[in-house]
């Protein structure tokens, strides 16, 4: 037994996070938890690596009590947390956030041979190939996930724990985790691992434990598990799946609600998209991480600059040149990293909710008309779902995927005419991941054009009319609902060769 949890219990105001919770992990198995979004995993795990102290319980590590005062009392007994929300340093390299605090040193001087070694063999062992020197600022999400799993191995972890490690990767990158997740285990590694998504659990576990409101509710044996017992004893009922969503939709005539036309972005000048999309329809797009949809979104928003084309809102030609061009054209953008272009974690829930519409509720542009916010901010929490609905609360407060919902709820009372998402369902549970499908698909019937941008196969078939998918910057190619295969999808994704080339170091997607 590498650590045992006993009888922890964590309080944060108006919520019982972790109600007297047991865990215990040996060396050379994966632990999954599960639970829906708010059941207390990422509180359990933080106070498993030292980064939050319980209320009450204790902690053992090799059958003796252990008090962790920081994560670094945690690392040197081996325990290592990588982190829901990711926390590289932008300003540093990528060698040097593998081995921040921890570099070798003669003196006050770094061995910077040394240095390289150890990082490269730690991203090696991560799967990636990606030198030591490169700037972590260029990189896209999933690259940065292998890099803070490289950190982690760096440090010769007994015990690693994994929150959500693969929400922002595509099918084919997390492949790759998954085999060195495997490798880690039979080597003798405990993992403990966290994921909304039921197909990786399956894969993976080998031993599942389930946690509801900060209770631990079971826990399943490999041959045990199967989805529909997951999704019962995480949510405590049956779920509909929500395929055949769009299956009756008939898209009106008339010209496009969005059109774009030639449009080459700074990081992939060499292809010009077009795309047209209609009012009340919803285009998934699929790619590979690098693949532009990111820069695609942030170019049609107006965050990055264009290296030349059109966009057509109505057939109207509009001057896009920054982010408030788009929302005064009717656009909105959900970002892909909502803690650092999306939600002000400081400030309230509501505040969060009703910022983009507070032009509508503003009296003259001056005097803001609280009662007025106050009730938008509301509805949309009960629309929403987010747990808990105290609209006071910071939003920093808030799990993961409960901040997710916020950063698609806020622009949801704006009614855009073209409704832009980069995975709107990262790290979401099961539950509101069919809740904000059912948010979507009631968004473009009210006649606004939706674009997602999804690295879940199973979300891009499920909630879209029509698949396009994304090949180094360029669309490779379009699929209608009844064309979009899971290996029809791939096959343009990795543009027509095998996906074997995904293990080519990645860039931003
Ligand atoms: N720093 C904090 N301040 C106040 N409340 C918090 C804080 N951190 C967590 N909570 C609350 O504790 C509860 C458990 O949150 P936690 O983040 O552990 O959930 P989770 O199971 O990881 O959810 P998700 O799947 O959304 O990541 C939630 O009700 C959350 O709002
Ligand atoms: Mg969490």
């Not at 340093?89 to 150890?118: K, Q, S, Y």
């Not at 084309?309 to 920054?322: F, K, S």
Request: with cysteine; charged share 30%.
């Amino acid at each position: 037994m590498i650590l045992q949890a006993r009888n922890i219990v964590k309080r944060y105001p108006g919520v019982l996070a972790l109600d007297r919770v047991d865990l215990d992990v040996t060396a050379g198995e994966i632990v999954a938890v599960v639970g829906e979004n708010g059941a207390g995993k990422s509180t359990l795990m933080r106070i498993l690596a030292g980064d939050v102290a319980p209320d009450e319980g204790r902690l053992l590590v090799d059958g003796e009590a252990i008090r962790f005062g920081s994560p670094r009392d945690a690392i040197d007994a081996g325990v290592v947390l990588i982190h829901q929300e990711l926390s590289l340093a932008d300003n540093l390299d990528v060698g040097a956030n593998i081995l921040l605090g921890r570099e070798p040193r003669t003196g006050p001087f770094l061995r910077r041979a040394e240095a390289t070694t150890r990082a490269t063999a730690a991203l090696r062992a991560a799967g990636l190939d990606l030198e030591p020197s490169r700037s972590v600022a260029d990189l896209g999400m999933g690259t940065r996930q292998l890099v803070e799993i490289a950190k982690a191995l760096s440090t010769e972890a007994r015990m690693l724990i994994m929150d959500e490690p693969t929400s922002s990767l595509t099918a084919a990158e997390a492949d790759l985790l998954f085999e060195t997740i495997e490798r880690l285990r039979d080597e003798g590694t405990a993992i403990v691992y966290i994921s909304h998504r039921l197909g990786e659990i399956e894969r993976l576990a080998d031993r599942v434990v389930v946690l509801r409101d900060g209770r631990f509710v079971r826990s399943f044996e490999r041959a045990e598990v199967t989805r529909e017992r997951l999704v019962e004893s995480m949510v405590g009922r049956d779920l509909d799946a929500d395929a055949g969503l769009r299956a009756d939709v008939v898209l009106p005539p008339g010209p496009p609600r969005l059109e774009i036309r030639g449009l080459r972005t700074t990081r992939h000048p060499a292809h010009a998209v077009d795309l047209k999309i209609r009012s009340g329809e919803i285009i998934a797009l699929a790619g590979l991480v690098g693949a532009g949809r990111t820069e695609l979104l942030r170019a049609i928003f107006g965050i990055d600059p264009r290296a030349s084309g059109e966009i057509l809102v109505d057939g109207e030609p509009t001057r896009i040149r920054q982010p408030s061009d788009a929302a005064r054209a009717g656009i909105a953008l959900v970002p892909e990293d909502r803690k650092a272009d999306g939600l002000l974690l400081d400030e309230s829930i509501a505040e969060n909710l009703v910022l983009p519409g507070l032009a509508r509720t503003a009296t003259g542009g001056i005097l803001r008309r609280r009662p007025a916010e106050r009730g938008l901010a509301e509805t949309l929490l009960g629309r929403m779902g987010v747990r808990p609905a105290i609209p006071d609360l910071p939003a920093g407060g808030l799990s993961g995927g409960n901040q997710q919902k916020v950063a698609v709820g806020r622009w949801v009372g704006c009614e855009p005419n073209v409704f832009l998402l980069d995975e709107p369902t990262r790290g979401v549970d099961v539950g509101a991941k069919a809740e904000i499908h059912a948010l979507l698909d009631r968004i473009a019937r009210s006649g606004a054009a939706v674009i997602a941008a999804s690295s879940e196969m199973e979300e891009l078939l499920a909630v879209s009319d029509r698949v396009v998918v994304m090949h180094e910057g360029r669309i490779a190619g379009e699929l209608t609902r009844h064309e979009a295969t899971e290996s029809a999808i791939m096959r343009l994704a990795t543009g027509g060769v095998g996906s074997g080339d995904v293990r080519r170091s990645e860039t931003a997607s």
